[in-house]
């Protein structure tokens, strides 16, 4: 299912960066891109490797990075769920677990996305493979099942806990460098989950100078990437175009993170049914496991519930961070209740209980299509260039600057006639004041901006606007009143998906010198 139609649709906007920064040098890739991006550059210096192997760019391979990643993450889930539970049914608990993460509708979306979220959540359930682990080792004297599972040797499982914190601290360190919420959204659950062994632990202080030593490798490794975050955040507090969540938001991602959005399944009756199934299957698996195995549940709770709630707090209070592909690693939890819900309880009803994932995973197929339709809007890069090659002597102006790049990607390039000008500058432009979108290098357009396409717009007998978000970048819309002033109403191209394209005729109407006419200053 994850590579199902790979390479059918283009690459979106954020996989048209991923595709960019892959081009860099390894210099600029640890250089450069920092400055300018608000992600961290690990996931592209994978990708860029990735490419390496085969030389190829396109839209299946580069997305195939996250296609494996994605599928290494269904037996983490069972390795994780093992080492947690208890009794004789460990191993059955591991493969629902697992099956319910490899159906996981949040899960396969983003395995078909070039992006670092099926790398992070890769990282993030390694980080829980190393606690899952070291908690089996704590606990083995009580139950030699799990330490069987963990490997414990030794007669303190020295080499089993140094494993561990090394499986930790590598894991937890390349996901800090995989995204910036990292350290907000997944380090205090991995932070109690710690304190949580430590507290089961009969050598409580040894076992914190473990985990004490995991959580300074991770932070060491990761310590270079704090002054780029500091920048980050500065550049977003002063303009970003996510806006803090509603509640209308949370519940929408909600659904996506934990069942199906509207988009998705129809009727509204049965996707109401499904999921309240799943709600249902996720709370009873809890439950189940709060009575055989409470800290493997306690455990649960934690990933499910605090990056959510921290999340929604700190895009309120202090800088909205709160979207679903930043948390698309909490489907770990969810896959672990499923896993106690169909293998704890009694015999006789087992079949009875997995076949409510053979039902769920059954609406998963059926609803997969409109499921990866749904994912993304998609740009359609390719209807644009055929526009734009079909029309000479045109200024085309990309707002934002990057879709310059977009586009050339796609085959477009300016004909004798034609001129292409990125707004404000080629990208990367460096040196306003204002980032609407997070990225130091996507200015937003002010009134100077203007006057420069007056002085490239004289003399053409068209004149095209791309844009997508236009409103992020151009928010008082200058240039579009510009030439709608000189030139009249545009024609908007239709079916382009996400991209905004315009095309102003010959102009009606030229500036007397005076202040009199289009241009003029900004009030």
């Not at 601290?169 to 919420?181: F, V, Y």
């Not at 995991?214 to 996510?242: C, D, I, K, Q």
């Not at 770990?332 to 309880?345: K, P, T, V």
């Not at 197929?365 to 079909?390: D, G, K, M, N, Y």
Request: hydrophobic residues 50%; aromatic residues 12%; proline residues 7%.
């Amino acid at each position: 299912m994850r590579g199902f139609h790979l390479g059918t649709q283009p690459f979106w906007i954020d996989e048209m960066y991923s595709v960019w920064f892959s081009q860099r040098t390894w210099s600029e890739l640890w250089t450069l891109v920092p400055s300018i991006e608000t992600h961290p550059p690990l996931y592209y210096t994978l990708l860029k490797a990735w490419v390496w192997l085969l030389g190829d760019y396109r839209e299946w391979w580069l997305r195939a990075l996250s296609v494996l990643a994605s599928v290494l993450c269904i037996p983490v889930a069972y390795g994780v769920v093992t080492r947690m539970s208890v009794g004789a049914h460990r191993q059955r608990c591991g493969l629902a677990a697992s099956a319910a993460l490899a159906l996981n509708p949040v899960q396969i979306a983003y395995a078909q996305d070039a992006r670092p979220y099926a790398l992070l959540s890769l990282s993030v359930g390694l980080t829980l493979f190393g606690l899952a682990s070291f908690y089996a080792t704590v606990t083995a004297p009580v139950d030699a099942g799990r330490a069987r599972l963990a490997g414990a040797s030794g007669a303190d499982g020295a080499e089993t806990r140094l494993t561990a914190t090394l499986v930790i601290a590598g894991a937890l360190s390349a996901a800090l460098w995989l995204h910036n919420t990292t350290p907000i959204l997944f380090g205090p659950p991995v932070a109690l989950m710690a304190i949580g062994i430590v507290c089961v632990s009969r050598r409580r202080w040894h076992d914190f100078a473990w985990l004490a030593l995991a959580g300074f490798l991770a932070l060491l490794v990761w310590s270079p990437n704090v002054m780029w975050l500091a920048r980050n955040v500065t550049t977003l507090r002063h303009g970003f175009w996510l806006p803090p969540p509603t509640a209308d938001d949370i519940t929408t991602s909600l659904k996506k993170l934990f069942g199906y959005d509207n988009a998705v399944i129809e009727p509204r009756f049965l996707r109401v049914a499904v999921n309240a199934t799943i709600a249902t299957v996720t709370a009873l698996g809890i439950w189940k496991a709060l009575k055989a195995a409470p800290h493997a549940a306690y455990a649960a709770i934690v990933l499910l519930c605090v990056p959510i709630a921290i999340s929604v707090l700190v895009s309120w209070t202090v800088l909205p961070i709160f979207m679903t592909r930043t948390l698309i690693w909490v489907a770990f939890g969810q896959a672990a209740a499923w896993g106690w819900f169909i293998a704890l309880g009694r015999p006789e009803s087992l079949f009875a209980r997995a076949g409510v994932l053979v039902a769920v995973a059954a609406i998963a197929i059926v609803a997969f299509p409109a499921l990866i339709r749904s994912q993304h809007t998609v740009e359609r890069w390719p209807e644009a260039v055929r526009a734009l090659r079909a029309d000479d002597a045109a200024l085309v102006v990309f707002v934002p600057n990057f879709l310059e790049f977009a586009m050339r990607w796609y085959g477009a390039s300016p004909s004798a006639n034609q001129e292409f000008l990125p707004m404000p500058a080629p990208f990367p432009a460096m040196g306003r004041d204002a980032y609407p979108s997070g990225m130091r290098a996507e200015p937003g357009i002010d009134p100077t901006d203007v006057a420069l396409l007056a002085r490239h717009a004289a003399g053409k007998q068209r004149v095209w606007i791309v844009s997508r978000r236009y409103d992020v970048f151009d928010s008082r819309g200058l240039l579009y009143g510009y030439l709608q002033c000189s030139r009249g109403a545009p024609q908007t191209l239709k079916g382009l998906g996400a991209l905004r394209v315009w095309r102003f005729g010959p102009a009606t109407r030229d500036d007397d010198g005076a202040g009199n006419g289009c241009l003029r200053p900004e009030p």
